[in-house]
């Protein structure tokens, strides 16, 4: 299956600031998603990034706060805009392709201070 | 909306034993996926195993099999010859099944379970 670099693998960050994650698949997929998983907790949908248009974001998260990027069918990225103690948490990137199950980047660990 | 519910928070099983996780789902879909990923500390998610609601035979990887009961909604997980290497979090996953049979669409995790194997 295709493969998700994800950077950058932790950081930590003064609140108040942004952090952008990307993502690069190794082939193109059609669609790409965004999770949040708070520490110690499952996996939370944040967003499903699309190509060429806005994000279709999930019940409980914003453009403004988790804006995202999709200029083609290889590349995405996540910004965690105005961070608190509260956005700590590892954000993952996920793939799929009709046929395929999805795949996954590493995982961000954030931790903002 | 629907809903994954895993009731065990941690599970510890013997090398070589055979240990089951539970996973209970809500849905008013009759057309669904359902898996089992596994979690390691280095946070990669990596798919365990996959069942398709139409099917009636348990799916099977290796020493992993599930008990799907659709009826009952319910998808277990068992592993059997536990490895140090299976110790990781688990988590219940289920995904519809798009309009015209498509298999895109978005994950709802369950809560996990903590599984630890001892040597």
């Known amino acids: 299956s295709a493969v998700i670099s994800q950077k950058p693998s932790r950081d930590i960050c003064q609140r108040g600031t942004s952090l952008t994650i990307q993502c690069q698949v190794d082939?193109?997929?059609?669609?790409m998603f965004w999770y949040r998983q708070q520490p110690g907790q499952s996996l939370t949908l944040i967003a499903t990034a699309n190509q060429g248009s806005e994000a279709t974001y999930e019940s409980g998260f914003v453009i403004d706060k988790f804006p995202i990027s999709r200029p083609n069918l290889t590349f995405s990225t996540l910004t965690v805009s105005n961070m608190s103690p509260e956005d700590s948490s590892i954000y993952l990137c996920?793939?799929?392709?009709?046929?395929?199950?999805?795949?996954f980047g590493q995982g961000t660990r954030l931790t903002v201070v | 909306a629907q809903t994954v519910t895993q009731s065990q928070p941690e599970m510890s099983v013997q090398e070589a034993e055979t240990v089951t996780l539970s996973c209970t789902y809500d849905?008013?879909?009759?057309?669904?996926?359902l898996f089992w990923y596994k979690q390691p500390p280095s946070r990669q998610m990596i798919l365990v195993i996959r069942q398709e609601a139409y099917k009636q035979q348990n799916a099977t990887e290796n020493r992993f099999s599930v008990n799907f009961q659709k009826a009952a909604k319910s998808f277990s997980l068992k592993i059997s010859d536990s490895q140090l290497g299976d110790a990781a979090m688990y988590f219940c996953a289920y995904r519809i099944t798009n309009a015209g049979g498509t298999s895109y669409g978005k994950l709802t995790f369950g809560q996990g379970t903590i599984l630890t194997v001892h040597p």
């Open positions: 996920s793939g799929q392709e009709s046929g395929t199950e999805a795949f």
């Open positions: 849905t008013s879909e009759s057309d669904y996926y």
């Open positions: 082939s193109q997929v059609t669609m």
